[in-house]
């Protein structure tokens, strides 16, 4: 199982940017999708949810109205729009998807850095 994610970059304030996760070697239809979060020294921080036909999103507060989460199960690809970016945006983006079946299922990216900075 292979998680990608791009589109990580520097933006200024109030900018934007469109984060992509590429997944492989799992049924993505399956997957609960989420991104999330880290800076240096603080505990991974949950941003956002997809369910898996996309219907269903769940954001948290301190993303809600800015940030939107997207899936196209033809392309195994989970997206997240970042608009209005502020510079405590900065951080490193992980992209999870999760599935219970006999066990759970678990698997994370390996992150892509967004610096919000003038």
């Known amino acids: 199982v292979q998680l990608v994610e791009s589109g990580g970059g520097l933006v200024q304030p109030g900018g934007s940017l469109r984060l992509s996760c590429a997944a492989s070697?799992?049924?993505?239809?399956?997957?609960?999708m989420r991104w999330y979060r880290q800076t240096p020294g603080k505990e991974r921080e949950w941003v956002a949810t997809?369910?898996?036909?996309?219907?269903?999103?769940n954001y948290a507060d301190s993303v809600k109205g800015r940030f939107t989460i997207s899936r196209d199960n033809a392309k195994n690809t989970v997206y997240l729009q970042m608009n209005s970016l502020k510079p405590e945006d900065t951080a490193v983006y992980y992209c999870?998807?999760?599935?219970?079946?006999?066990?759970?299922?678990?698997?994370w990216g390996q992150g892509t850095q967004v610096t919000v900075s003038s």
């Open positions: 999870n998807a999760e599935a219970y079946g006999l066990v759970r299922y678990d698997y």
């Open positions: 070697g799992l049924t993505f239809r399956s997957y609960d």
């Open positions: 997809i369910g898996t036909t996309g219907i269903s999103t």
